[in-house]
């Protein structure tokens, strides 16, 4: 006991059953996580990996009709409660089960928060990790150590702020929407980077950002990251500014067309990300050095802290 009152946050919505005890925060599934788990993948709205959000009235003063529309917010049964009795023990529970969320490729949230959009159902969908008990328990160590080490309100929230766009952006069914939410978690990298280890020596241009963080992560540096000796930019960097300043994706205007091969950039912008944010928490692991073009799976097997 450290003298801190116990806080409990619950949440959700996980499939699996464990009991964690970790540095700084122990975690256990509720009374009824059976019936939470059931009740959601046999929910008619539920397929294999995604539940999507319900079908309602749409409310209009005065119409003779309402159309059905999606809602517009909802929420999950919660299925375990994250205990702490660290100094801002709400905030850093937040922050604890979006890592988990990160690591499981899910999107984790308390019990009184909304999902907007479609949500997983099932671990490793919104990333190309597979994680142990060991591992969980070891990458919550490590998130107790950050932040121990961080006490700027700022750093903390920019991390977990980067991290929950990196799982809500991908609840998004269109492809330039997804491309837009992960270079949003990768500047939001770049600034947390600077934040934590002081600006670099010089100023870095967006079309050297990603080699960049790539050289300061040891993480293999991805073709689209490479900066053309003769244009003086890289593939993400064009994309983006087309993106960002001309309202294009893939040379047309946003929704027309794609970038060439659209899926190989998106799924190593997102690859990249979970290895910059998982470097930027301080979890050493053979995973956040690894390549990010290939479409395996990869143990995260982390090293403990």
């Known amino acids: 006991m450290n003298g801190n009152a116990s806080v409990d946050v619950r949440f959700g919505h996980w499939p699996r059953s464990y009991t964690l005890d970790s540095r700084g925060v122990h975690i256990e ?3 009824d996580y059976d019936g939470a788990v059931v009740a959601v993948s046999s929910n008619k709205r539920a397929d294999k990996r995604w539940i999507h959000p319900p079908i309602c009235r749409k409310r209009e003063t005065g119409a003779s009709r309402s159309p059905f529309v999606y809602a517009s917010a909802f929420q999950l049964p919660p ?14 529970a937040e922050l604890a089960i979006a890592v988990l969320g990160l690591i499981e490729g899910m999107r984790l949230i308390p019990e009184d928060w909304i999902h907007f959009y479609r949500t997983p159902i099932k671990p490793s969908v919104l990333c190309d990790i597979v994680v142990s008990r060991g591992d969980i328990e070891s990458v919550l160590a490590v998130v107790s150590k950050f932040w121990s080490a961080n006490r700027s309100p700022e750093i903390r929230k920019s991390l977990f702020g980067a991290i929950h766009w990196f799982l809500f952006s991908q609840s998004y069914e269109h492809q330039f929407e997804e491309f837009q ?17 002081g600006p ?4 870095v241009p967006h079309a050297e950002r990603p080699s960049f963080l ?3 992560y040891s993480i293999p540096c991805p073709t689209w990251a490479t900066v053309d000796v003769k244009t003086k930019t890289c593939e993400l960097a064009t994309i983006r500014n087309e993106f960002t300043h001309e309202g294009r994706y893939g040379g047309q205007p946003i929704g027309f067309s794609h970038p060439k091969s659209p899926q190989r950039l998106v799924l190593q912008l997102k690859a990249f990300n979970s290895r910059l944010l998982l470097n930027l928490l301080g979890a050493e692991s053979a995973y956040i050095h690894s390549p990010v073009d290939t479409r395996r799976m990869h143990r995260l097997q982390v090293v403990v802290p």
Do not use: M, W
């Open 214 to 216: 790539a050289n300061a």
């Open 181 to 197: 939410g992960q270079y949003i978690v990768f500047d939001a990298c770049f600034k947390l980077h600077c934040d934590v280890n």
């Open 200 to 203: 670099p020596s010089r100023r």
């Open 79 to 92: 299925t375990h409660v994250a205990r702490t009795e660290l100094p801002d023990g709400r905030e850093f």
């Open 29 to 31: 599934p509720l009374s």
